[in-house]
Structures are given as structure tokens and as C-alpha cells.
């Protein structure tokens, strides 16, 4: 169930914690900790599920809150098997359906406040390592075969390649994901930038994966709000 109000989330969240255990609440909290909107990951049009489902794994296991799917011409489906359940904790933002998605997202993430990264392996393109790390920066990689768009590169405000030493001139997409947020999220933490969740993105999570953490939740919810004549 999705509320908005800022003291009802707080209030629905004391109530639900009655119905996990401790570990689990103290779980869910190490995690929150832990979590990160200074850096997002998007991704353009991919069509292989065992890719996607890789990418979404590595962003949930560094702890990175948003991913954004450009569907242009193929659907955004996930792979159980691979994913592991990592989208359940993942915030997905899909922009499908409509003319110009890569415009849409990219313009959207700026609005947001982000630097946008394309991960385009040519000359002109900044090493991972000398990416500024005080800048919210949302990285875009692209399709399996082709990589981004043309459209995708014009509109992002930088580039950025990883080092290679072969003859291969680039990795696979979720190789690629997973080195870019190894090396940045790392260098995130120990800067001094202020990198963790504002207090209203925390609660607002907490009261999320509480919900998603007990059966029926809407039930014990709704049950709440009528027992106290709380109107939403």
C-alpha cells in the first residue's frame, strides 16, 4: 500500500514492526543504512532477462535504491532464477510506451538533480576513476549488441569507459554494471559525501519492505486505519 503522509508512515510503521521478528526488523534497518540514491543506474533497452536480472542483482547488492528501464523496443522482463529477488527491494522506474523514453528518462534524471553518465568505451570518454564522486551520477549503459543509442549519448553530460588490457574492446553489460558500481560506490562511501537516504526516503522505504516482509499486509493495514478512523 502506497501513503504519502509523512507522520502516517511513521505511525503505520511502529504498528507493523509488531508483526516481524527482531532479526528482521534489525535487518531490514542494516540495510537502510546502507542504502544510496547519490548514484542510480539506467538502462537502455536491453532484451536479454539473464543481463537485466544481473544488472538488478549488482545494483541491490551495492545497495544502490533506483534503477530507470528504457523500453523502446524491447521488454523490460526479469529472470527469477538470476535476479534472486532483488527487484523486491528495488525502486523501478520504466519508461515505456511512449515516443522519445530515453529522452524522457535522461530529462529525468537531470530534473532530479543527476549527472548523466553514458558508459561509451571511445577516446574522448573519462576513465571510471576520474569520474568526480560529489556529483549524484546516474550511469546508462545500453543494448547488448549495439550499446546506446545515438540519441542516448548526445543527451548525457559525460562519458565514461573502464580500463581494458585485451583485445576485446568492451564488456558484457553486466560485467560492465557490476565493475562501475564496485569501483564508484566504493570511492562514494569513503568520500565525505553525504551519500545516505534523507530521513523521509528512509521511512518511506522502511514502511515499504515492512510491508513486504508480512503476509496480508494490506489487511493489517487497512484493519489500522478503520479501527482508528484514519481517512487516506
Not at 576513465?127 to 551520477?137: A, F, S
Request: net charge negative.
Amino acid at each position: 500500500m502506497e501513503i504519502k503522509d509523512k507522520q502516517l508512515i511513521v505511525q503505520l510503521s511502529e504498528y507493523l514492526r509488531g508483526f516481524v521478528t527482531e532479526e528482521r526488523d534489525n535487518r531490514i534497518r542494516e540495510v537502510l543504512e546502507k542504502r544510496t540514491r547519490h548514484v542510480t543506474v539506467a538502462v537502455e533497452d536491453l532484451y536479454q532477462t539473464q543481463n537485466i536480472s544481473a544488472v538488478l542483482r549488482t545494483c541491490e547488492c551495492y545497495g544502490v535504491q533506483d534503477v530507470h528501464v528504457i523500453e523502446n523496443e524491447n521488454e523490460f522482463q526479469i529472470h527469477s532464477a538470476i535476479s534472486m529477488g532483488s527487484n523486491k527491494w528495488l525502486t523501478l522506474h520504466r519508461y515505456k510506451n511512449e515516443a522519445h523514453n530515453t529522452a524522457r528518462c535522461i530529462e529525468a534524471l537531470k530534473a532530479k538533480g543527476y549527472t548523466v553518465v553514458a558508459t561509451l568505451p571511445n577516446d574522448d570518454s573519462l576513465y571510471l576513476d576520474e569520474l568526480p564522486v560529489e556529483e549524484p551520477t546516474a550511469f546508462l549503459f545500453g543494448t547488448e549488441l549495439t550499446g546506446l543509442s545515438e540519441e542516448a549519448v548526445a543527451l548525457c553530460d559525460k562519458s565514461m569507459k573502464i580500463p581494458m588490457y585485451g583485445f576485446t574492446e568492451s564488456f558484457n553489460i553486466s560485467n560492465s554494471a557490476a565493475i562501475t558500481l564496485s569501483s564508484f560506490v566504493e570511492r562514494v562511501r569513503k568520500s565525505q559525501v553525504k551519500w545516505q537516504l534523507t530521513d523521509y526516503e528512509y521511512n518511506e522505504l522502511y514502511f515499504d519492505w515492512l510491508q513486504k516482509s508480512i503476509r496480508n499486509s494490506d489487511f493489517i493495514i487497512n484493519k489500522y486505519l478503520n479501527d482508528n478512523k484514519i481517512k487516506i
